[in-house]
Structure formats: C-alpha cells, structure tokens
C-alpha cells in the first residue's frame, strides 16, 4: 500500500491522514495535556479527499497513524462523455477513465478536449485536483 506511519502528535492542520481506510486532509488538529493516569492525547479532525466526509480520531500522541503517499501527475484530457472523462498521463502515456462525479463542478466546467488537469493518485484511486 501507498502509506507510512508517523507519530500523530507530529501531524499538522492541511497534512494528510487515512481515517477509516479513508484519506482525508486535516482541518484541526487539539492537543490535550498529560493528565494524571494517561498520556497526552491529539484529537484530529479531517475531511475526506473524495467524499468530503468530516472524520475524526483521538489518539495517544506517541501512536502510529498511517498517512497517505500523494503521486502527482499531469494528464491531458482526450475525450469526454457525460459520465466520464477519458486522460492520458503525459509521462507515462496510460490512458484511464476518471467518472465525473468524483470531480469538482468548478473543475468540470473549466475542462475541453486537450487541456491539461493535476491528476493525483491516493491509495489506489485518482482525483482531479486543479486544471493547468
């Protein structure tokens, strides 16, 4: 899998994490004391990159939380249906279907036939994240 762990007392607001096999950018991130039978705590909320679901977790600050490795690649559009919009990674030559539910309206509306996206690649699933 595309994840390595890290400290979640080490994790930042705009970082990302995998809650729930889910990954998702952090929006908050709440450190709490040391009280007197435990260890210091870290509430971290987040919303997911391709649901847009609002998770959060609470755990020990020295415990292990997996965070998503990102690949991001430029794709140029080739053709596009009213349900999917067909790309071509400009690297690699791959060419793949992306549905057009997961993409942003704003995004949806800026895109034609050979115009260039941000594509990236999260855990196995690909997102449109901006035009070039």
Same mark, same amino acid.
Do not use: H, W, Y
């Given at each position: 899998? @595309? *994840?390595?762990?890290?400290?979640?007392?080490?994790? #930042?607001?705009?970082?990302? %994490?995998?809650?729930?096999? =889910? !990954?998702? *950018? %952090?929006? =908050?991130? =709440? #450190?709490?004391? !040391?009280?007197k039978h435990g260890s210091a705590k870290v509430r971290i909320t987040a919303l997911g990159i391709f649901d847009g679901v609002k998770r959060s977790i609470v755990v020990p600050v020295d415990q292990k939380?997996?965070?998503? %490795? %990102? =690949? #991001? @690649?430029?794709?140029?559009v080739i053709s596009m249906t009213p349900t999917t919009i067909q790309l071509m990674d400009l690297s690699t030559y791959n060419v793949y279907e992306i549905v057009k539910d997961t993409v942003e309206p704003e995004i949806v509306e800026k895109l034609t036939v050979g115009s260039e996206v941000e594509v990236w690649e999260i855990l196995g699933r690909k997102k449109v994240m901006r035009t070039r």
């Open positions: 899998m @595309s *994840r390595r762990p890290v400290d979640a007392g080490s994790l #930042k607001t705009g970082s990302f %994490i995998v809650i729930n096999e =889910e !990954p998702c *950018r %952090i929006v =908050e991130v =709440e #450190k709490s004391k !040391p009280g939380v997996d965070v998503p %490795i %990102i =690949e #991001k @690649s430029v794709a140029q």
